[in-house]
């Protein structure tokens, strides 16, 4: 009894777990308690419940020794989840110390915190905030207390808070815990962290739960809460005031500086102290120092030369804490200042217009390497104004283009080609890793130079093999007369490229007559080849040649047929320097021989649906669009090659969604999923199932289910119950889709230890034997000691089968209370781990006492 008392002394006074995370399953967490050190506990160490059913005692890593009778614990741990999922750690400790006001009973309630963690890998790794500014604090009756966690996230992500309950046993909510009592309010700011209490109108101790959530591109990623204890005090002392900072943003490379001011009504003496992110760099950290202090009053300079580490998207938070020596009790006034550390912009934008494309071209940042750059656009010049925290051009009249990690780009407006007559803008940002973003660029604009002559057409006109046969046509050239020395005669020379681009332009023919605007081009392989086509003026004057103008460049307009189940895609390619507004889609109709209009579109890729699987399906396409001659446009109209294609189920089922069990009883994972063809799929015939025992093993298959209704699977392993499953769909055509969403179980116990036993030779329960039904449990390591510490039973074996001898005096024990420590190797996902359980045996020795179960 008096080993129980000790053991639920109680001490703990405020709390918290963090963890950073070391590979895509494994984490290190940082339990940290604040003990009451006049208690005559201190734990070395505590027990973490990982909330996958394993369980580790952590020793304790460092301490520190507080004012106030505060003593920090920290216990530091790394743990391998079995798979993605979501995973509460909690920590349990009794008791809480004596006395808080809004905690029934709270000597003997049992002190927990708890974390909660979101493993997925598709979300990238995650930290949880670091909280800087620790739960220590006193407040002053009929006083405005305020509090702010200081909680810093390495990784930038958004951060939420909010109250929530104190935890007791196994985690939950205390019965009939409440809110502190306010004069007015007590409330949480959610986007701040700012914990605000006005006012409280008694003393003593009370408790509260801040729960901090981790927000990144608005998915919730983790949940840490902090249980914290206040002590209200009666005093005419006042908690200094600290001036109104705001917020600082600076470029990176420039020192952000704040003059800080804090006051006492009561003229006491201020001691002014910082905490947050800015502090914990190694490189270039902030500093804070002291400029005058006089009674009553402390003027401070906060300071950070900035690198490039230091930017990120989030603005730091720095806590600023005023604390007095007033002799009755010390009270603490806060300030936040908010510094926004941004990145320098990309430099030396250049913009060389080309035919129907733009090509431009810019200089990386000053010793910081962007993640990316964000190309903007805007038709026509702005003199665009940003203040000094403003980022990006989300909100401006620049439209977003494209993103690219190299330093050049190639804007022909996703293959439309840009306009004639316009001044095209430009503007680049420069984006981090976390997502923060620079200043814009400064502006480039540049337009397209009209071509010459003109380009109006490219249009297949025979599609074979062979004899293939594509117009050529170009607007005939005026004005000639306002070219210096271009005096004529003139001449055509035609270009041809067997690609797209003009890669390999070849002269191919000559023209004499400027009036002659069409040229045929045959003897050609229309049917698989695109071609593109530069039309040239020269001025061939004997002793006077040269190139008038900077010839257009224009391709046929070829389809590319993309087979699928039931369907075909038809995605249009072309490079002209005219605009097409609308593309005619017509397919082959076999019983007239002609060609059917069947949809319109104005996107460069078209579905063909509902038609049937082996039959063959020829198309073309009719472009409808215009060309410009100075303001002027004009019409015109191209046609593609012929293409056909024969719709095939070469696509892959959508994968099932799973979900997996343990019936732990049962020694088998119960595995579900959905049938893809009520949602995604129609053919689905099958499944095959796939499965590992262990995290850093491939899936292999193990199983083929015929049927498509046949959606569940109850798998009985040799080894361990701890395993990672996925399943595919395979359809009438033998695709197989990707693998589901791997699920990874390891919750069941599969080692129980009785607490009854009764060695008294009645032939009932007379043997001490583990609960191991499965046989997974290889190896133990088993001590039993009596009330005063003696080991009177050591094995090894996984069945213990003690039979109640003291191994030092053979003899059976007397009846009572045995404590028992015993390391079970078990098998996890993760490998073999070792789980160290610890408990009571009720031994009954006496034939009178025999009358009991194991249990």
Same mark, same amino acid.
């Given at each position: 009894?008096?080993?129980?008392?000790?053991?639920?002394?109680?001490?703990?006074?405020?709390?918290?777990?963090?963890?950073?995370?070391?590979?895509? $399953?494994?984490?290190?967490?940082?339990?940290?308690?604040?003990?009451?050190?006049?208690?005559?506990?201190?734990?070395?160490?505590?027990?973490?419940?990982?909330?996958?059913?394993?369980?580790?005692?952590?020793?304790?890593?460092?301490?520190?020794?507080?004012?106030?009778?505060?003593?920090?614990?920290?216990?530091?741990?790394?743990?391998?989840?079995?798979?993605?999922?979501?995973?509460?750690?909690?920590?349990?400790?009794?008791n809480r110390n004596f006395g808080?006001?809004?905690?029934?009973?709270?000597?003997?309630?049992?002190?927990?915190?708890?974390?909660?963690?979101?493993?997925?890998?598709?979300?990238?790794?995650?930290?949880?905030?670091?909280?800087?500014?620790?739960?220590?604090?006193?407040?002053?009756?009929?006083?405005?207390?305020?509090?702010?966690?200081?909680?810093?996230?390495?990784?930038?992500?958004?951060?939420?808070?909010? $109250?929530?309950?104190?935890?007791?046993?196994?985690?939950?909510?205390?019965?009939?815990?409440?809110?502190?009592?306010?004069?007015?309010?007590?409330?949480?700011?959610?986007?701040?962290?700012?914990?605000?209490?006005?006012?409280?109108?008694?003393?003593?101790?009370?408790?509260?739960?801040?729960?901090?959530?981790?927000?990144?591109?608005?998915?919730?990623?983790?949940?840490?809460?902090?249980?914290?204890?206040?002590?209200?005090?009666?005093?005419?002392?006042?908690?200094?005031?600290?001036?109104?900072?705001?917020?600082?943003?600076?470029?990176?490379?420039?020192?952000?500086?704040?003059?800080?001011?804090?006051?006492?009504?009561?003229?006491?003496?201020?001691?002014?102290?910082?905490?947050?992110?800015?502090?914990?760099?190694?490189?270039?950290?902030?500093?804070?120092?002291?400029?005058?202090?006089?009674?009553?009053?402390?003027?401070?300079?906060?300071?950070?030369?900035?690198?490039?580490?230091?930017?990120?998207?989030?603005?730091?938070?720095?806590?600023?804490?005023?604390?007095?020596?007033?002799?009755?009790?010390?009270?603490?006034?806060?300030?936040?200042?908010?510094?926004?550390?941004?990145?320098?912009?990309p430099k030396g934008l250049v913009?060389?217009?080309?035919?129907?494309?733009?090509?431009?071209?810019?200089?990386?940042?000053?010793?910081?390497?962007?993640?990316?750059?964000?190309?903007?656009?805007?038709?026509?010049?702005?003199?665009?104004?940003?203040?000094?925290?403003?980022?990006?051009?989300?909100?401006?009249?620049?439209?977003?283009?494209?993103?690219?990690?190299?330093?050049?780009?190639?804007?022909?407006?996703?293959?439309?080609?840009?306009?004639?007559?316009?001044?095209?803008?430009?503007?680049?940002?420069?984006?981090?890793?976390?997502?923060?973003?620079?200043?814009?660029?400064?502006?480039?604009?540049?337009?397209?130079?009209?071509?010459?002559?003109?380009?109006?057409?490219?249009?297949?006109?025979?599609?074979?093999?062979?004899?293939?046969?594509?117009?050529?046509?170009?607007?005939?050239?005026?004005?000639?007369?306002?070219?210096?020395?271009?005096?004529?005669?003139?001449?055509? $020379?035609?270009?041809?490229?067997?690609?797209?681009?003009?890669?390999?332009?070849?002269?191919?023919?000559?023209?004499?007559?400027?009036?002659?605007?069409?040229?045929?081009?045959?003897?050609?392989?229309?049917?698989?080849?695109?071609?593109?086509?530069?039309?040239?003026?020269?001025?061939?004057?004997?002793?006077?040649?040269?190139?008038?103008?900077?010839?257009?460049?224009?391709?046929?307009?070829?389809?590319?047929?993309?087979?699928?189940?039931?369907?075909?895609?038809?995605?249009?390619?072309?490079?002209?320097?005219?605009?097409?507004?609308?593309?005619?889609?017509?397919?082959?109709?076999?019983?007239?021989?002609?060609?059917?209009?069947?949809?319109?579109?104005?996107?460069?890729?078209?579905?063909?649906?509902?038609?049937?699987?082996?039959?063959?399906?020829?198309?073309?396409?009719?472009?409808?669009?215009?060309?410009?001659?100075?303001?002027?446009?004009?019409?015109?109209?191209?046609?593609?090659?012929?293409?056909?294609?024969?719709?095939?189920?070469?696509?892959?089922?959508?994968?099932?969604?799973?979900?997996?069990?343990?019936?732990?009883?049962?020694?088998?994972?119960?595995?579900?999923?959905?049938?893809?063809?009520?949602?995604?799929?129609?053919?689905?015939?099958?499944?095959?199932?796939?499965?590992?025992?262990?995290?850093?093993?491939?899936?292999?298959?193990?199983?083929?289910?015929?049927?498509?209704?046949?959606?569940?699977?109850?798998?009985?392993?040799?080894?361990?119950?701890?395993?990672?499953?996925?399943?595919?769909?395979?359809?009438?055509?033998?695709?197989?889709?990707?693998?589901?969403?791997?699920?990874?179980?390891?919750?069941?116990?599969?080692?129980?230890?009785?607490?009854?036993?009764?060695?008294?030779?009645?032939?009932?329960?007379?043997?001490?034997?583990?609960?191991?039904?499965?046989?997974?449990?290889?190896?133990?390591?088993?001590?039993?000691?009596?009330?005063?510490?003696?080991?009177?039973?050591?094995?090894?074996?996984?069945?213990?089968?003690?039979?109640?001898?003291?191994?030092?005096?053979?003899?059976?024990?007397?009846?009572?209370?045995?404590?028992?420590?015993c390391d079970v190797w078990e098998?996890?996902?993760?490998?073999?781990?070792?789980?160290?359980?610890?408990?009571?045996?009720?031994?009954?020795?006496?034939?009178?006492?025999?009358?009991?179960?194991?249990?």
């Amino acid at each position: 009894m008096l080993l129980a008392i000790n053991l639920f002394a109680t001490h703990n006074r405020a709390g918290e777990i963090t963890y950073t995370q070391i590979s895509d $399953l494994t984490y290190e967490i940082t339990v940290t308690t604040y003990t009451y050190t006049l208690s005559n506990v201190d734990r070395e160490e505590l027990e973490v419940e990982w909330g996958d059913g394993t369980f580790s005692t952590v020793q304790r890593y460092d301490l520190l020794e507080l004012p106030d009778y505060y003593q920090r614990n920290r216990y530091v741990a790394q743990h391998t989840f079995p798979g993605p999922g979501v995973y509460t750690v909690l920590v349990q400790d009794p008791n809480r110390n004596f006395g808080v006001e809004n905690i029934p009973n709270s000597v003997n309630t049992v002190f927990s915190v708890k974390t909660t963690i979101f493993v997925n890998p598709d979300l990238g790794r995650n930290n949880t905030p670091v909280l800087l500014n620790p739960p220590i604090n006193q407040a002053a009756q009929f006083r405005t207390f305020v509090h702010n966690p200081g909680a810093y996230d390495p990784d930038g992500d958004s951060l939420a808070y909010k $109250l929530t309950t104190c935890t007791g046993e196994d985690g939950e909510p205390i019965s009939g815990y409440s809110l502190p009592p306010a004069t007015s309010f007590l409330e949480m700011n959610e986007l701040t962290g700012d914990l605000i209490w006005k006012t409280p109108p008694d003393t003593g101790k009370y408790n509260l739960a801040i729960q901090i959530d981790e927000w990144r591109h608005g998915v919730k990623i983790g949940s840490i809460v902090r249980d914290m204890q206040i002590d209200v005090f009666p005093t005419e002392n006042h908690p200094p005031q600290v001036d109104s900072i705001g917020e600082i943003c600076v470029l990176v490379g420039d020192t952000a500086e704040a003059i800080i001011r804090s006051t006492d009504e009561d003229l006491d003496n201020i001691e002014i102290t910082a905490s947050g992110g800015p502090f914990l760099y190694e490189n270039s950290p902030a500093v804070l120092e002291e400029i005058s202090s006089t009674e009553g009053e402390t003027v401070s300079k906060f300071s950070w030369i900035t690198k490039c580490n230091h930017i990120r998207k989030e603005p730091y938070l720095v806590i600023i804490s005023a604390k007095d020596d007033h002799p009755d009790v010390n009270l603490v006034g806060l300030q936040r200042l908010l510094v926004k550390v941004i990145g320098p912009a990309p430099k030396g934008l250049v913009a060389e217009a080309g035919n129907a494309f733009i090509r431009l071209n810019w200089e990386s940042p000053d010793n910081c390497d962007p993640a990316k750059y964000l190309i903007y656009r805007k038709i026509g010049s702005q003199n665009y104004m940003h203040d000094s925290c403003t980022t990006g051009l989300e909100d401006s009249e620049y439209e977003f283009v494209d993103e690219t990690t190299d330093t050049a780009y190639i804007d022909n407006d996703n293959g439309e080609g840009l306009v004639q007559g316009f001044d095209y803008c430009y503007r680049i940002v420069a984006e981090y890793d976390d997502g923060a973003q620079s200043f814009p660029s400064e502006e480039i604009c540049a337009s397209i130079a009209p071509g010459f002559p003109i380009m109006t057409n490219v249009s297949v006109e025979t599609t074979e093999p062979n004899t293939g046969e594509i117009m050529v046509r170009w607007a005939q050239p005026d004005r000639l007369d306002t070219i210096p020395d271009a005096t004529g005669p003139f001449k055509y $020379l035609i270009y041809r490229s067997e690609d797209e681009f003009g890669m390999y332009l070849s002269i191919l023919d000559s023209l004499d007559n400027l009036a002659d605007t069409t040229f045929y081009d045959s003897g050609l392989n229309t049917e698989e080849n695109q071609y593109s086509y530069e039309v040239a003026l020269y001025n061939t004057a004997p002793g006077n040649r040269f190139k008038v103008g900077n010839p257009q460049l224009a391709s046929s307009i070829f389809l590319d047929l993309v087979p699928a189940d039931n369907q075909v895609q038809i995605n249009i390619q072309k490079n002209t320097p005219w605009l097409d507004n609308e593309y005619v889609i017509y397919r082959l109709n076999n019983v007239s021989g002609l060609y059917d209009s069947i949809a319109y579109t104005t996107n460069r890729s078209y579905t063909d649906t509902k038609l049937k699987n082996g039959n063959t399906y020829c198309y073309k396409v009719k472009s409808i669009g215009t060309y410009k001659i100075d303001t002027v446009e004009h019409p015109t109209i191209n046609w593609s090659h012929e293409n056909c294609q024969i719709p095939e189920d070469y696509q892959r089922p959508c994968p099932p969604a799973l979900n997996v069990r343990s019936a732990c009883d049962s020694l088998k994972n119960i595995l579900t999923w959905n049938n893809p063809n009520l949602t995604c799929a129609d053919d689905v015939i099958a499944y095959k199932v796939y499965y590992s025992n262990n995290t850093e093993q491939n899936l292999d298959s193990i199983l083929r289910i015929e049927g498509a209704e046949n959606t569940f699977f109850d798998h009985f392993p040799e080894e361990s119950l701890g395993a990672c499953y996925a399943v595919t769909a395979v359809d009438s055509f033998n695709n197989e889709s990707e693998l589901s969403y791997v699920k990874c179980v390891d919750d069941c116990s599969y080692y129980i230890l009785p607490n009854v036993f009764s060695p008294n030779g009645d032939g009932i329960n007379d043997m001490y034997v583990a609960d191991n039904p499965s046989g997974f449990v290889k190896r133990v390591d088993m001590r039993i000691f009596d009330r005063w510490g003696e080991l009177v039973y050591h094995t090894v074996n996984p069945d213990i089968e003690w039979d109640g001898r003291d191994e030092n005096t053979s003899k059976i024990v007397s009846s009572g209370v045995y404590y028992y420590i015993c390391d079970v190797w078990e098998p996890r996902i993760s490998g073999v781990e070792v789980r160290n359980m610890v408990g009571f045996i009720h031994v009954y020795s006496d034939k009178s006492e025999g009358q009991f179960s194991n249990e």
